[in-house]
């Protein structure tokens, strides 16, 4: 046994009065409330949950209308433990056709689940479905989707959680694989299938060495044209994307803007990130764009274009490459996701939130 002062000075641990919290010794704890609902904004939004070519009843989610709850994040060196209770409700519109396949009746409503939580992630969460008018049409869709319309929503919410457990907005430190982990579990979740796929892995050549083959999958990258037409000055749509305190109206949400080139922002608490690289008042923001989701290092290109073809009247032109085709978890809907989450979570509540037409 050491003397007492003369131990190994590699096991002593020095207090530090920066107070700094070296690769994460100490658990750290993050509030993923904020990327919660971005993210939940993205995949369970323009959902159809049924096909109306097939029975000749159509449904399709319109918006995520709530999150509330709480999801947190805590890490202590590259292990993870993983705690939420969410709430959500999610718009729905639907319709009938008749035999000769014309609509002939509409309906809404909304997708109501109570308790979505660690607790029951390993069970199919309970779907409670509503409809604004209750009548016969409204009946017959309510419960077609009850019975046959969850799958895809279900599917949404499981990506999700794989999302969370595998840490969400949080990144691990730099050479380490996460371990999620829910309160009171102590197995390990897998690395992700985007994560493995870009390694650099060793295989038999030809002559039995061992060479280094670079898988490439995702690589491809995808484009975006969107058009969408407000009732504003482009100065009014120019300052959304600008103005910090307009677009933390808009994403209820935290957000920073730094207005010039090369500047840095930030929307939906770092769910989205990039940085200026031309901006034009009033006419033109071209930046690098990222959702947090994609493979470190990977940003798309983003022109927005802000035309006034009358007085009163801005046509916002989106023009948006280098989309990868999967996300750094293996989701290959990324384009899908992409254009939902700017017509959804930016440009519908841009209208809603100020006004520039519905």
């Given at each position: 046994?050491a003397?007492?002062?003369e ?61 509330k ?6 890490q ?8 939420y ?163 933390q ?84 809907d ?25």
């Amino acid at each position: 046994m050491a003397k007492f002062g003369e131990g190994d000075p590699r096991w002593i641990v020095e207090h530090r009065d920066d107070g700094r919290n070296i690769n994460n010794w100490h658990w750290t704890e993050t509030d993923c409330m904020g990327w919660a609902k971005a993210r939940l904004g993205e995949l369970c939004s323009g959902l159809v949950l049924l096909d109306a070519t097939e029975g000749g009843t159509g449904a399709t989610t319109t918006e995520v209308k709530s999150v509330k709850g709480e999801a947190f994040v805590n890490q202590r060196k590259g292990k993870m433990i993983v705690s939420y209770e969410l709430e959500m409700r999610i718009g729905w519109a639907g319709e009938v056709r008749d035999a000769e396949g014309g609509v002939a009746a509409k309906g809404k409503g909304t997708v109501h689940l109570p308790y979505l939580g660690v607790e029951n992630e390993d069970e199919t969460p309970e779907v409670r479905v509503e409809v604004e008018v209750d009548d016969k049409v409204g009946a017959a869709l309510k419960e077609a989707i009850r019975t046959k319309g969850k799958k895809n929503l279900l599917d949404a919410l499981s990506k999700f959680t794989k999302e969370l457990k595998a840490g969400g907005p949080v990144k691990p430190l730099s050479g380490e694989v996460p371990q999620a982990q829910g309160p009171t579990t102590e197995a390990p979740v897998e690395a992700s299938t985007a994560t493995v796929a870009a390694a650099s892995v060793a295989a038999p050549g030809n002559n039995g060495s061992m060479q280094k083959v670079k898988k490439t999958k995702g690589r491809s990258k995808g484009k975006l044209h969107m058009e969408e037409r407000f009732y504003g000055s482009p100065r009014d749509l120019y300052e959304c994307f600008t103005n910090p305190g307009k677009m933390q109206a808009f994403t209820q949400s935290a957000a920073k803007v730094d207005v010039r080139p090369d500047g840095e922002f930030s929307w939906f608490g770092g769910s989205v990130s990039g940085r200026f690289i031309e901006l034009e008042q009033d006419k033109k923001l071209s930046m690098k764009w990222r959702f947090n989701n994609w493979e470190e290092g990977c940003f798309s290109q983003v022109v927005l274009d802000f035309d006034s073809p009358a007085t009163g009247t801005t046509v916002v032109k989106l023009q948006q490459s280098g989309i990868p085709s999967e996300d750094r978890y293996g989701n290959e809907d990324v384009i899908r996701v992409t254009e939902n989450g700017w017509r959804t979570q930016i440009f519908h509540r841009i209208r809603g939130v100020f006004g520039y037409g519905i």
